[in-house]
């Protein structure tokens, strides 16, 4: 029975009908009916057994337990039990229940999933050290230190006060809770949802602001965690709290899509039942109903439902190839959709998620069905995520630990890492919490690769500034400049999933970020880092940027010139009135012989060269900084910054480049703007063996049939600053 099916037509306090996760070697089971909370806490109180029999309380704890791990030890549950309803016995839930029903509520959550006995063991036990009078030591004694350990890092998040000072403090600690032990957030999960089962005791207000703390934190760790199963309930329960008219409209389609005489789905579902036996191809294929935020996003994206939107259909087979085979026949046999195909098995998500998407359109009335293909084993992991891996940690002893008593976790995934990074950096509560939000979010992740072979995760969106602060942390500060796929790229290129980046690097110690990074950086790493440079350096930054390069031109030229020393194999040589200093050449307006030049010390050791008439040294010289004497020291080889205007014409791009290129100029970086009115504008970082060619370059450009103008580029530059 997968999750959504077994969901009631409209959440609430009530318990629905257990998830119990499809493998080819259970057989089919009849659904337990929903579990009266209130008899189960009267089972606690009266009918606790004797020792070694079990209470009849955790009846359904085992069963659930066992239908995943029939071999299971179920003592240490029994135990876990008794010590839990005789500590939290005399407490009672603002609902009126005794606690007791609580952790078994959670623990019940938790074995439908299929978690190992552990987990269950410290689910049973996640209150007692926090409410009673048990203490961790006691725990660990009885239970081991796998327990105890789960345990205490739940412990560290409970008796959250939702006000706005806790909030980011609580969830600081659980992420670090999390990237010790993933099953301390699968209980936290699971305690979070049967809080929000049982919210409609407490004020609207109280309801409405645990509603959106789980929204926007919680929900998107379950989803990253890859729990479907405690997601998409949770995303149902927030949707009742904080979007009641819309759930209450969403309840009636719902229901009168059940009244219909007629059910395409189901019609179809026999339609492909038909086509794998005739491939003889084994599979159970299920109808998978949409939960209500589901069909509310489809309604809202489609402007309408219709009735093969309530559900999907959910194949599933034994093997991996089976997949691609009931892939290949429903292609074959039904019309289908070809847009609608994703493979998520080559490509899993960063969440583990694996399954073939596809979607096929009915005959007759051409309505379009999705269709899900996974293993059962695959569907397992869809349902229950990182709670499906059992426990983690099996490596030997000496493997335990790392460090600082952190623990390894080899199926901590790469955002995890990431969130661990970023959060220890966060210099305040409000930066983490706006952070964290911004962060879980980001709903896609992908993969670039580094030169020497290594790979970097990263957010869908990522930028090249994301990737230099992913791979060097704050020494990215140095980069000047990057190579995407082999090619020269602006540090604010959007990355995609496969792309090879080589990040360039700066030998200036003084090196420093640009505030403008800020606007390309996605990631809470390359934000935090940046941002806590610029505060450790007021009024700096802002100014730099103005003079030094703007991310993705040519980042500026630094080269280490002194009056002795005025060689320099790739830029002309610059002679400067201070000893020792090393000399950029502004990305704004890229110096070459013959310009007039001049000056700025832009920090200790530093002098920026702009050409006299660029417009950041009327800025500069309004503001009071001192010029500093510059001059060429000779005509060797350097990079300028040209820009061509011209009509629209084919073949124009190459014959241009052509041209250029018989002239000695070797293209750097190249920028074509879309056209507009018939025009377009080229821009071109060239190197030039011998600046004092540049006219005759610029001469050649012009030559060229359809371009108008050629022009020395000037950089816009920010505002204010």
Not at 89 to 113: C, D, F, N, W
Request: proline letters at 7%; hydrophobic letters at 40%.
């Amino acid at each position: 029975m997968n999750a959504e099916a077994a969901k009631p037509a409209s959440p609430g306090p009530v318990t629905p009908a257990p998830t119990v996760a499809v493998t080819p070697a259970a057989p089919r089971r009849k659904a337990r009916p929903r579990l009266d909370l209130r008899r189960l806490g009267r089972a606690a109180l009266l009918g606790t057994g004797t020792r070694g029999r079990l209470p009849d309380a955790i009846g359904h704890v085992v069963e659930a337990h066992r239908a995943h791990h029939p071999d299971a030890a179920i003592d240490p549950l029994r135990r876990a039990y008794l010590l839990a309803e005789s500590s939290h016995r005399g407490q009672m839930r603002k609902s009126g229940e005794p606690y007791i029903t609580h952790p078994l509520a959670v623990t019940l959550i938790l074995a439908e999933l299929g978690a190992e006995t552990t987990t269950l063991t410290a689910s049973l036990l996640h209150d007692t050290v926090e409410d009673t009078e048990v203490t961790l030591d006691q725990v660990g004694a009885e239970f081991g230190e796998e327990v105890r350990y789960l345990v205490d890092g739940v412990t560290k998040l409970e008796k959250v006060d939702y006000g706005a000072a806790a909030e980011p403090e609580t969830f600081r600690k659980m992420l670090v809770a999390t990237g010790n032990d993933v099953r301390v957030m699968s209980i936290k999960l699971a305690d979070r949802l049967h809080n929000m089962r049982t919210l409609g005791v407490m004020r609207q207000e109280k309801q409405e602001r645990i509603a959106k703390v789980t929204r926007d934190v919680l929900i998107p760790l379950a989803e990253r965690l890859g729990v479907q199963a405690l997601k998409t309930e949770l995303e149902d329960l927030v949707f009742a709290v904080l979007h009641p008219e819309d759930h209450r409209r969403t309840k009636e389609l719902i229901a009168e899509n059940a009244a219909r005489a007629d059910d395409p789905l189901a019609a179809t579902a026999d339609e492909v039942r038909a086509v794998l036996r005739e491939a003889d191809i084994p599979a159970d294929v299920l109808i998978r109903p949409r939960h209500f935020v589901s069909v509310h996003r489809v309604g809202r994206k489609r402007g309408r439902i219709g009735p093969t939107d309530f559900g999907r259909l959910l194949v599933l087979v034994n093997e991996d190839a089976d997949c691609y085979a009931v892939l290949g026949e429903l292609h074959t046999c039904l019309t289908p959709v070809v847009s609608e195909f994703k493979d998520f098995i080559a490509v899993p998500k960063f969440n583990l998620y694996q399954s073939l998407h596809t979607a096929v359109a009915r005959a007759g009335d051409g309505q379009v069905v999705e269709v899900l293909i996974r293993t059962h084993q695959m569907h397992k992991v869809a349902e229950a995520g990182v709670v499906a891996l059992g426990n983690p940690y099996t490596a030997p002893a000496e493997e335990q630990s790392a460090g600082d008593g952190e623990r390894i976790d080899p199926t901590r995934p790469g955002w995890l890492s990431r969130l661990l990074d970023w959060q220890r950096a966060a210099p305040d509560p409000d930066t983490f919490w706006s952070t964290l939000r911004e962060d879980l979010a980001q709903d896609r992740e992908i993969t670039v690769f580094r030169p020497d072979g290594g790979t970097l995760g990263l957010p869908d969106g990522a930028t090249c500034v994301d990737a230099a602060y992913a791979q060097y942390g704050e020494d990215a500060h140095a980069c000047i400049g990057a190579r995407v796929n082999g090619r020269l790229a602006t540090l604010s290129t959007t990355l995609r999933d496969g792309d090879t980046v080589q990040l360039l690097m700066g030998q200036d110690p003084a090196s420093e970020p640009s505030r403008e990074w800020l606007e390309h950086a996605h990631t809470p790493a390359a934000r935090i880092a940046i941002q806590r440079w610029l505060t450790a350096h007021p009024g700096r930054g802002a100014a730099e940027d103005a003079e030094s390069a703007r991310p993705g031109t040519d980042e500026g030229l630094v080269v280490r010139r002194t009056p002795e020393d005025p060689s320099g194999a790739d830029a002309p040589a610059v002679l400067v009135d201070l000893p020792d200093v090393t000399v950029r050449l502004a990305g704004c307006c890229t110096p070459v012989p013959p310009d007039r030049v001049t000056g700025f010390a832009v920090r200790g050791s530093v002098v920026t060269v702009h050409r006299a008439e660029c417009a950041v040294v009327t800025r500069m010289k309004s503001g009071g900084r001192a010029e500093v004497g510059v001059r060429w020291g000779g005509t060797a080889g350097g990079r300028v910054t040209l820009l061509a205007e011209s009509f629209v014409r084919p073949h124009l791009l190459a014959d241009l480049t052509e041209a250029m290129a018989l002239e000695g100029a070797e293209i750097v970086s190249a920028t074509v703007e879309p056209p507009d009115r018939q025009r377009v504008r080229h821009t071109y970082t060239v190197r030039l063996p011998d600046v004092a060619h540049l006219p005759a370059l610029m001469r050649a450009m012009r030559n060229v049939a359809g371009v108008y103008d050629v022009s020395r580029a000037q950089q816009p530059q920010p505002t204010g600053g």
